[in-house]
């Protein structure tokens, strides 16, 4: 069995475990105690197939005959002693699993064993969140039919028993059967409750076939969901940090459900909370108006909160659904939770390549986008051999931009773009020389052209300018928009409310980045310090192995948090990290356990530094450096919450004076630091007048 995903085919094997002998790898004997215990062992599981150890046929003398010398390895000590009494056992039965994605095994062994691919296809995955999705949306519909196959499955099984029944009968009946009333009124009895089965079996196949109708209708979104995921599959070809799950991507599709529709995606808001606050400011009728009015919106829509952190849920069970509008919903919602998920995780150099990727995934299914296009884009196709280059033109078009132009006449709407180039030699020089070219207007009838193919027209003749041209068109596409683009700020808090015991935070670790300054308000909030023992921060290097096991072993079982960090210096220790991570997946796991990391990223983006389980069930958070002057801007004006804007004195001058102090600032030194910017909006917070004093002076 080999599986992309390692904790499912598990699961699976562990249920057959339930009913056939297995025989189990020292690996796991080893490290999960539980399968050392008496009560399993007629069941245990064999995993890794290639262990370097003793062969099979040493563990004792003679070698049972049904097992080849070509199977794996293991030590004698760790074999339990009723091993060889089993392989004479008929119902013995032999399991091997495997890691890898794409194993490829020699001929002996592909030859004897039963080869399983566990892993996901595209069309299964699609008819699983279809069931997801409309047990979120009409869970009355996914009830019916749940009954509708239980049901009949009873028929099958009653229709077998009267059959076996009979059979009976017939076979122990003696003498005349025409004078024995017993069977005839058997047979009676049975021909009333077979008519009586087959027409409840022709009504439910009947009420099956509309509920199906009914479940279609959802199938667009789950088709988008199986979509994104297997994008977000691809990933790991760009980084290895780049591994998701199965389960990791699940709980995002559903939490994407409970978002549809809603414009507030926050925390849940908390009456009471918000009483306190306007009893406490009881002269401020503007903010007693303000509140009403936000917990009237609120509550419409199902934002009103609990205790539960997660919010409610909100199901549309209601039958006067508007179903394509809540279907526009749930797909742009599905769509956009996947990307955000997967972008906070991305190094900034990847994030627009992801963008890009999800677009022309998107937009071909949706048939919005010429495959053949996007061909161009992927590949920049050029003429092996173009027609000579007109000597006018050598000045300002060069030989490769003139054979991608000559490429471009595969496409029908740029079929004559080399001949209308030479004959209107000065426009098209002025396009192709500009510094923006993608700011200016085509020349002639080409600025008709739709903007992908003017991306296309980018890509072939001045591929320096794709990069800004792209993000250009992703911001201005009706169905992608500013969101793909524009990235939201860090949110630790957000964050927090998508972790859960058995999902650890992963965080990567860049120059100047400080991991316990950005939890400080999270832990502040929620009370959990070194002081008070409920947050444990461990600089892992050589020795901290035994302290950072015993930290994990105590918060799982009394709960708190435990922040490892450099776990990229511990190659040799992440292995076992990975083992005790999986048990915080154990239903005795104290429910406040939080586990966080923090590595560097590898020299090398396809080098494998950290286990891949550890990985795919982390929430992964790259907080770079801002690189762009209005980034740091932005970063430093949201490090201030809204009671901080409140106390300004003068709001609107503050706002004028940042602004002019950011552009006085920009044209004389260039960008600066996102420190000297957090400075610069607290000054002018505090003294709009001094900040503009500062503007003139620099």
């Given at each position: 069995?080999?599986?992309?995903?390692?904790?499912?085919?598990?699961?699976?094997?562990?249920?057959?475990?339930?009913?056939?002998?297995?025989?189990?790898?020292?690996?796991?004997?080893?490290?999960?105690?539980?399968?050392?215990?008496?009560?399993?062992?007629?069941?245990?599981?064999?995993?890794?197939?290639?262990?370097?150890?003793?062969?099979?046929?040493?563990?004792?003398?003679?070698?049972?005959?049904?097992?080849?010398?070509?199977?794996?390895?293991?030590?004698?000590?760790?074999?339990?002693?009723?091993?060889?009494?089993?392989?004479?056992?008929?119902?013995?039965?032999?399991?091997?699993?495997?890691?890898?994605?794409?194993?490829?095994?020699?001929?002996?062994?592909?030859?004897?064993?039963?080869?399983?691919?566990?892993?996901?296809?595209?069309?299964?995955?699609?008819?699983?969140?279809?069931?997801?999705?409309?047990?979120?949306?009409?869970?009355?519909?996914?009830?019916?039919?749940?009954?509708?196959?239980?049901?009949?499955?009873?028929?099958?099984?009653?229709?077998?028993?009267?059959?076996?029944?009979?059979?009976?009968?017939?076979?122990?009946?003696?003498?005349?059967?025409?004078?024995?009333?017993?069977?005839?009124?058997?047979?009676?009895?049975?021909?009333?409750?077979?008519?009586?089965?087959?027409?409840?079996?022709?009504?439910?196949?009947?009420?099956?076939?509309?509920?199906?109708?009914?479940?279609?209708?959802?199938?667009?979104?789950?088709?988008?969901?199986?979509?994104?995921?297997?994008?977000?599959?691809?990933?790991?070809?760009?980084?290895?940090?780049?591994?998701?799950?199965?389960?990791?991507?699940?709980?995002?599709?559903?939490?994407?459900?409970?978002?549809?529709?809603?414009?507030?995606?926050?925390?849940?808001?908390?009456?009471?909370?918000?009483?306190?606050?306007?009893?406490?400011?009881?002269?401020?009728?503007?903010?007693?108006?303000?509140?009403?009015?936000?917990?009237?919106?609120?509550?419409?829509?199902?934002?009103?909160?609990?205790?539960?952190?997660?919010?409610?849920?909100?199901?549309?069970?209601?039958?006067?659904?508007?179903?394509?509008?809540?279907?526009?919903?749930l797909i742009a919602s599905i769509t956009y939770q996947v990307f955000n998920f997967c972008r906070r995780g991305l190094f900034d150099m990847h994030k627009l390549l992801f963008t890009t990727s999800i677009a022309f995934k998107v937009l071909q299914r949706i048939n919005m986008l010429d495959p053949d296009e996007c061909q161009f884009i992927i590949f920049g196709k050029k003429s092996l051999q173009p027609p000579p280059l007109h000597p006018e033109m050598q000045a300002w078009c060069s030989d490769a931009a003139w054979a991608g132009a000559h490429a471009c006449q595969e496409m029908k709407p740029l079929e004559k773009i080399c001949s209308d180039m030479e004959s209107d030699q000065s426009k098209w020089q002025a396009w192709l020389t500009d510094e923006r070219p993608e700011d200016r207007p085509m020349p002639g009838d080409y600025d008709k052209l739709s903007g992908f193919q003017k991306l296309i027209l980018l890509r072939q003749m001045r591929p320096d300018r794709l990069t800004g041209a792209m993000r250009n068109w992703v911001f201005t596409h009706p169905v992608l928009g500013r969101k793909y683009i524009s990235e939201e700020t860090f949110d630790i808090f957000g964050i927090y409310r998508e972790t859960a015991p058995e999902t650890a935070m992963y965080f990567y670790l860049f120059p100047g980045a400080d991991i316990v300054a950005d939890l400080d308000p999270l832990m502040k909030a929620k009370n959990y310090t070194i002081e008070n023992g409920k947050f444990i921060n461990i600089s892992m290097g050589q020795g901290q192995e035994p302290v950072a096991e015993e930290a994990l072993d105590r918060c799982m079982k009394d709960g708190g948090w435990v922040f490892l960090q450099n776990i990229h210096l511990m190659s040799g220790w992440v292995k076992a990290l990975e083992r005790k991570l999986e048990g915080s997946q154990d239903p005795d796991t104290h429910k406040d356990f939080r586990c966080f990391l923090s590595a560097e990223p590898p020299p090398a983006p396809l080098q494998q530094t950290i286990p891949e389980a550890i990985l795919q069930n982390s929430i992964k958070v790259s907080n770079e450096p801002a690189k762009s002057l209005d980034m740091l801007l932005f970063r430093a004006w949201t490090n201030f919450n809204q009671s901080t804007l409140d106390a300004c004195k003068r709001p609107k001058d503050s706002a004028c004076c940042c602004s002019a102090c950011a552009s006085s600032t920009r044209a004389s030194t260039g960008a600066r630091s996102s420190e000297t910017w957090g400075g610069i909006v607290a000054t002018c917070m505090a003294s709009p007048s001094a900040i503009c004093s500062s503007a003139v002076m620099s």
């Open positions: 069995m080999f599986a992309s995903h390692r904790r499912e085919g598990e699961r699976e094997v562990e249920k057959l475990c339930q009913r056939l002998p297995f025989l189990a790898s020292n690996l796991l004997l080893d490290l999960n105690p539980k399968w050392r215990h008496a009560d399993y062992a007629p069941s245990i599981l064999l995993s890794h197939l290639f262990l370097p150890s003793p062969p099979l046929s040493h563990l004792s003398p003679p070698s049972p005959p049904s097992l080849p010398p070509s199977l794996p390895r293991f030590p004698k000590p760790i074999l339990p002693p009723f091993l060889p009494s089993t392989f004479g056992s008929p119902k013995f039965k032999l399991f091997l699993h495997t890691k890898l994605a794409n194993p490829h095994y020699p001929p002996e062994i592909q030859a004897e064993c039963t080869l399983i691919n566990f892993m996901v296809t595209e069309s299964g995955l699609e008819d699983q969140l279809l069931a997801k999705v409309v047990l979120k949306e009409r869970p009355d519909l996914e009830e019916e039919k749940t009954f509708l196959i239980v049901q009949q499955n009873e028929f099958k099984i009653k229709l077998a028993e009267l059959e076996a029944g009979l059979l009976k009968q017939l076979a122990e009946a003696e003498g005349d059967l025409t004078e024995n009333i017993v069977l005839i009124e058997s047979l009676e009895e049975a021909k009333r409750v077979s008519i009586d089965v087959n027409e409840k079996v022709a009504i439910a196949q009947e009420t099956e076939i509309k509920i199906n109708e009914a479940r279609e209708e959802y199938r667009e979104a789950a088709n988008r969901g199986a979509l994104l995921f297997f994008a977000l599959g691809e990933m790991f070809k760009i980084h290895s940090f780049y591994h998701y799950s199965l389960a990791a991507f699940t709980s995002v599709f559903l939490r994407a459900i409970d978002f549809a529709g809603r414009t507030y995606t926050g925390p849940p808001i908390h009456v009471p909370k918000y009483m306190a606050m306007v009893q406490a400011s009881s002269k401020n009728a503007f903010m007693k108006f303000r509140t009403a009015q936000m917990m009237l919106r609120a509550g419409a829509k199902g934002m009103i909160g609990t205790n539960d952190e997660k919010g409610p849920g909100k199901p549309s069970t209601h039958v006067d659904l508007d179903l394509p509008a809540r279907m526009k919903d």
